[in-house]
């Protein structure tokens, strides 16, 4: 009788974790819009046009370069930036002008002190395969050329937005023990030298850091919306007051299956586009999400007014 208990309860939890398994995986792929071109291999961040097309960047390792796709995932076009280098691209974004920010920021180890953003021209008014950029540099004003503590290590980046004349860069958490937080800086979105102004926190969870590291952020055309990227989930920020971006309504939508998920963008004010990269099978891919039909978690509530 035991025997049979025992066996009945694996067979039970097997049917429980398939279920999930399954579901998790619809999840994710019932939101997939196109397979991405194989050569970006490592999307690392995707943005619209003028004209809504798609382009897309890939991380460390590539050229720096912008990519253009074509409805089916294949790539259209290729713009070659003549005075960057590719040394951790990790997101793009763009202003209300049509400018695109190319962020060369990742910093894994927390040892890079000056950090680079490379500024081009709209890509639909770059009528050649090459063009040259404005470059930003940027340092954290907290940092003394000394190793960075474990417990501080808040200096990588993969997300940033445009906002005004500023841009907003959002920490990757490689704290030990990981405590979840991302940190918001904000520096000039002019060629100059800044020093990041540190104004703001979010934290996401403290579970697993591969689960909840902030990988690639988005505001929305009319900027009354900020997400950010993580591996299961999109975190969705509104009714925030200039560029109090945690300070208005919090939620959570589920993503389904863990990937490792690097790029989001607005298509319009309610369409969200998101990418992965592909692993042994799995993921990449650009997946849609429209946020009226989305399933929201409600994290948190804006405070009422007196």
Same mark, same amino acid.
């Given at each position: 009788?035991?025997?049979? @208990? ?10 429980? #974790? ?11 792929? #019932? ?23 798609? &382009?897309?960047?890939?991380? @460390? =390792? ?11 995932? @294949? ?67 907290? %940092? ?42 904000? !520096? =000039? ?23 909840? &590291?902030?990988?690639?952020?988005? %505001? @929305?055309?009319?900027?009354?919306? %900020? ?25 959570? *939508?589920?993503?389904?299956? !863990?990937?490792?998920?690097?790029? !989001? ?6 369409? *969200? ?14 997946? !849609? ?18």
């Amino acid at each position: 009788m035991l025997k049979k @208990s025992i066996l009945l309860s694996i067979a039970a939890l097997f049917i429980f #974790s398939a279920t999930y398994i399954g579901s998790a995986i619809y999840t994710l792929y #019932s939101k997939k819009m196109i397979s991405v071109d194989p050569r970006l291999k490592e999307v690392s961040g995707i943005e619209y046009d003028k004209h809504k097309r798609l &382009w897309a960047i890939n991380d @460390s =390792g590539d050229e720096p370069k912008l990519y253009r796709l074509n409805d089916d995932g @294949s790539i259209a076009k290729e713009i070659l930036v003549t005075n960057a280098k590719n040394i951790d691209w990790e997101d793009m974004t763009q202003n209300k002008f049509g400018h695109f920010f190319l962020g060369d920021f990742g910093n894994n180890t927390n040892e890079r002190r000056w950090l680079t953003i490379y500024k081009i021209e709209n890509p639909i008014d770059i009528k050649t395969d090459t063009t040259e950029a404005e470059i930003i540099k940027f340092t954290y004003p907290e %940092l003394d050329g000394t190793p960075v503590a474990p417990d501080n290590r808040n200096y990588d980046l993969e997300a940033f937005v445009a906002l005004g004349r500023h841009l907003y860069l959002f920490t990757k958490n490689r704290t030990e023990p990981f405590d979840g937080i991302t940190n918001v800086y904000k !520096v =000039g979105d002019h060629a100059a030298n800044f020093n990041a102004e540190l104004i703001d926190s979010f934290k996401t969870c403290t579970t697993m850091e591969k689960l909840c &590291w902030i990988t690639s952020a988005a %505001l @929305s055309p009319d900027r009354k919306k %900020l997400v950010l990227l993580d591996s299961t989930s999109l975190w969705l920020f509104e009714n925030f007051k200039r560029d109090k971006f945690f300070s208005g309504d919090v939620s959570r *939508i589920d993503l389904g299956i !863990v990937t490792q998920k690097e790029a !989001v963008t607005f298509y319009d004010d309610n369409t *969200i586009v998101f990418t992965d990269e592909e692993f042994k099978g799995i993921g990449g891919n650009a997946y !849609v999400i429209k946020l009226d039909e989305a399933k929201k978690q409600i994290i948190r509530k804006a405070p009422l007014k007196p």
